[in-house]
């Protein structure tokens, strides 16, 4: 029977998928740039309501803040940006299972700068969970995709599939330049709300320069209910945040990142469930095999 650190685990997962559908049909109306900039808001005021209730202050140095700034443009803005556009192209099942390579892309970074050792066994898990996104890629059925979207081939593929895999690169990034922050002393809940309020600036102002907020506003007048769509779904991002510490504070990390690793499956089946799509076998497979690649990273 699970305990309280592997429920949370599982809660996560299961938070993170929602939020993950809500946003790729968002982005479908409005566009990835759009999304990722709306988010911010809802995940800023969230994080600074969890900090005021459970955070304690904390100092840090302009290194720290240095290195925070640098988690938030490579997670918070180059990671997700990559992530909605990979979606918009081969739909959130693949791109979020991409996206859990940043587990391979972690264990080999972590081998060159924080000194941490490539065993036999973090090897074969890179291989696995890499051949079993690799599985899913080559699917031709059309099951993990959103509807109208098209089958993708050639070039949408391969852009499509790069995005996922930069997504990835930018997550294990984020996680890296943060672990060094957070062996500096500065809290987790300090270091969230900071990244968050970061990549709240960064968004918002290279939107203004780019054109995005324009954007963004035209598609709130088409679509005023998006506001409360985001919502919802931040509202399910942010527990599954806040259910994420719970998992990794009362379970082992290696089995609470296990169980959140389920994310790209429970993605598949709320899929199949919403848009009535029967994942080919081809797709089951793959990501059998890509969970268990993990499985050895995180073991």
Same mark, same amino acid.
């Given at each position: 029977?699970f305990a309280i650190g592997e429920w949370a685990a599982f809660g996560t997962?299961?938070?993170?998928?929602?939020?993950?559908?809500?946003?790729?049909?968002?982005?479908?109306?409005?566009?990835?740039?759009?999304?990722?900039?709306?988010?911010?808001?809802?995940?800023?005021?969230?994080?600074?309501?969890?900090?005021?209730?459970?955070?304690?202050?904390?100092?840090?140095?302009?290194?720290?803040?240095?290195?925070?700034?640098?988690?938030?443009?490579?997670?918070?803005?180059?990671?997700?940006?990559?992530?909605?556009?990979?979606?918009?192209?081969?739909?959130?099942?693949?791109?979020?299972?991409?996206?859990? #390579?940043?587990?391979?892309?972690?264990?080999?970074?972590?081998?060159?700068?924080?000194?941490?050792?490539?065993?036999?066994?973090?090897?074969?898990?890179?291989?696995?969970?890499?051949?079993?996104?690799?599985?899913?890629?080559?699917?031709?059925?059309?099951?993990? #995709?959103?509807?109208?979207?098209?089958?993708?081939?050639?070039?949408? #593929?391969?852009?499509?599939?790069?995005?996922?895999?930069?997504?990835?690169?930018?997550?294990?990034?984020?996680?890296?330049?943060?672990?060094?922050?957070?062996?500096?002393?500065?809290?987790?809940?300090?270091?969230?709300?900071?990244?968050?309020?970061?990549?709240?600036?960064?968004?918002?102002?290279?939107?203004?320069?780019?054109?995005?907020?324009?954007?963004?506003?035209?598609?709130?007048?088409?679509?005023?209910?998006?506001?409360?769509?985001?919502?919802?779904?931040?509202?399910?991002?942010?527990?599954?945040?806040?259910?994420?510490?719970?998992?990794?504070?009362?379970?082992?990390?290696?089995?609470?990142?296990?169980?959140?690793?389920?994310?790209?499956?429970?993605?598949?089946?709320?899929?199949?469930?919403?848009?009535?799509?029967?994942?080919?076998?081809?797709?089951?497979?793959?990501?059998?095999?890509?969970?268990?690649?993990?499985?050895?990273?995180?073991?």
């Amino acid at each position: 029977m699970f305990a309280i650190g592997e429920w949370a685990a599982f809660g996560t997962a299961l938070s993170w998928g929602i939020s993950v559908h809500v946003h790729g049909a968002v982005a479908q109306k409005v566009g990835p740039e759009a999304v990722t900039l709306l988010r911010t808001p809802y995940q800023l005021v969230f994080m600074a309501i969890a900090y005021g209730l459970f955070g304690n202050p904390t100092s840090f140095t302009l290194t720290d803040a240095m290195l925070i700034f640098a988690a938030a443009f490579t997670g918070q803005f180059l990671g997700d940006l990559c992530q909605y556009r990979a979606m918009m192209y081969i739909g959130p099942t693949i791109a979020i299972l991409l996206k859990s #390579l940043s587990a391979c892309f972690t264990a080999i970074l972590g081998a060159l700068l924080l000194d941490q050792s490539l065993t036999p066994r973090i090897l074969a898990g890179i291989i696995i969970a890499t051949l079993g996104a690799g599985m899913v890629l080559v699917e031709r059925t059309g099951s993990t #995709l959103l509807p109208g979207q098209e089958r993708p081939r050639g070039r949408r #593929l391969v852009v499509g599939t790069a995005l996922g895999l930069g997504s990835a690169l930018f997550l294990a990034c984020s996680l890296i330049l943060l672990k060094f922050a957070l062996r500096n002393g500065v809290t987790p809940l300090w270091a969230s709300l900071t990244r968050i309020m970061f990549a709240t600036v960064i968004l918002w102002s290279l939107g203004l320069v780019k054109g995005w907020v324009r954007i963004t506003l035209d598609g709130l007048r088409a679509y005023p209910t998006i506001l409360w769509t985001l919502l919802f779904s931040n509202l399910f991002s942010t527990t599954g945040n806040w259910l994420s510490s719970v998992a990794v504070h009362h379970a082992p990390v290696g089995i609470a990142a296990t169980i959140m690793g389920l994310q790209p499956v429970l993605i598949m089946l709320m899929g199949a469930v919403w848009y009535r799509k029967v994942p080919s076998l081809l797709v089951w497979l793959g990501l059998i095999v890509a969970f268990v690649g993990v499985v050895l990273l995180f073991m």
